[in-house]
């Protein structure tokens, strides 16, 4: 059974750094383009940041110049460096990866349970 599992939310202020982190475990043939995703109260569920296996890179208007996603392959994991963090990036994060399972042959979406970020002004 493929899980993904978030650490390294919590709460910082204004102006300060987080570093998220996503390993996913399980029976696995191949993990491909892996994401984060983050969702406010009463907003719909953004796009954050996106990493294909080779290591190009995509982020939403929003956070772009301020965080930055890598990944480790070998460890099956996706990070996310968050600075220069404002209180309108408060929400919960969510990491989700293409994957394809050892009992299949095609990638599908799978998500991680969310952690928590709040930035306090």
């Known amino acids: 059974q493929v899980q993904l599992v978030e650490s390294g939310g919590g709460l910082v202020q204004a102006g300060g750094s987080l570093r998220l982190s996503c390993v996913a475990s399980?029976?696995?043939?191949?993990?491909?383009?892996m994401r984060w995703y983050r969702q406010a109260p009463g907003d719909q569920r953004e796009l954050v940041a996106a990493?294909?296996?080779?290591?190009?890179?995509n982020y939403g208007d929003s956070v772009m110049s301020r965080f930055t996603i890598s990944r480790d392959n070998a460890a099956n994991s996706v990070f996310l460096q968050m600075n220069s963090l404002k209180p309108g990036d408060t929400a919960v994060y969510y990491c989700s990866a293409d994957i394809t399972p050892m009992s299949g042959w095609a990638p599908a979406q799978y998500w991680g349970q969310g952690t928590q970020v709040t930035v306090s002004s």
């Open positions: 990493i294909t296996r080779d290591g190009r890179t």
């Open positions: 399980g029976s696995m043939r191949g993990i491909y383009t």
